[in-house]
């Protein structure tokens, strides 16, 4: 995230403190202001004062609660006030930039899929801002506050400074200071987050791992690599919170990854990789189903399920090297859950069962016994994953006092 100094001690505990009472007004309104001072811990008169403070900023807004048997009047409770609260969350991802505006309730209000190539002339930076200028002309007269911009993407980044180290596919991408740029240009605080990272939060907010409080989201896909929820926190948020299982040797001989080691797990189990493989294995068995359609990951799948020999092979080695990798974070981190966010999870019947082999197999049984690997709630294909930095940056009170102060 791209702002201002840190808080001192009085702001950091007016920060949080307001972040808490508007992450409960969220997630249970309506709800009283007795209530908010009995789950939030804190005294009726810091209640009033918070709550006034969201009242004037058109924050919240109250409305009325009849308490279920009670006949009496009814009480007054609060609820988030959101529709005229907008924020631009963007996803880049291979070829493509995605640009939506959602209000603070995460509702999408318009939403754009738009071609980013490879290679072009123009920086990276400038087309990014480009981008993101035009989608404000464009889409100017459903604009309401702008407070804040969500960036999700692929690579090395420091997501405290907002500087993108290294991107896979964009090979001019090297210490783009995006986060800063991005600031200064819209005035709006800019969170940047790795997109594994940014959807294992949002698993974590809305989605399959709501409610756990230690949780390993594995994502393969373009890219391999994992985000870890640990005591209800993203591991490391505050600077790289990726989980570089994508970028762990298992080959010291293999493919060269664009991080400049040899071997790393993506370049064995990214969807790019594994489609590589099982041309290169099709050619040695002409026997199998694959040669019936165009090698696709949905045609890999579909064969999988079907019974053939070599697309279940295929799919069971990616659950293999994945498990492997997966049983070493289950002693270090003792989850509750283990998700999985592919478009490899159409043969999940296939690849689910070559992971939990591996973790059962190779991890503490203590650990690991009642462990179920499930699927991700979400796909990692729009820009929810940027609701969820927002969403954060608002329950933790960092976004929030800005909107506070005007």
Known sequence: MVADSQPGHIDQIKQTNAGAVYRLIDQLGPVSRIDLSRLAQLAPASITKIVREMLEAHLVQETEIQEPGSRGRPAVGLMVETEAWHYLSVRINRGEIHLALRDL???????????LPLQDPTPFLTRIITHIDQFFIRHQHMLERLTAIAITLPGIIDTENGIIFRMPFYEDVKEVQLGETLSEHTGVPVY???????????????????????????????????????????????????????????????????CGNHGCLETIASVESVLELAQVRMNQSMSSMLHQQPLSVDWLCQAALKGDLLAKDIISGVGTNVGRILAIMVNLFNPQKILIGSPFNQAADILFPAITDCIRQQSLPAYSRHIAVESTQFSNRGTMAGAALVKDALYNGSLLIRLLQG
């Open 105 to 115: 309730s995460s509702k999408l209000v318009v939403e754009e899929t738009l071609p």
């Open 192 to 258: 940047i987050q790795h997109d594994i990272s940014a959807w294992t939060m949002a698993e974590a907010l809305f989605g399959a791992s709501r409610g756990a409080r230690d949780v390993i989201q594995v994502v393969i896909d373009h890219n391999v690599g994992a985000g870890v929820i640990t005591d209800g926190r993203l591991l490391h948020a505050g600077s790289s919170s990726l989980v570089e299982i994508g970028h762990t040797q298992v080959d010291p001989y293999g493919k060269r990854c664009y």
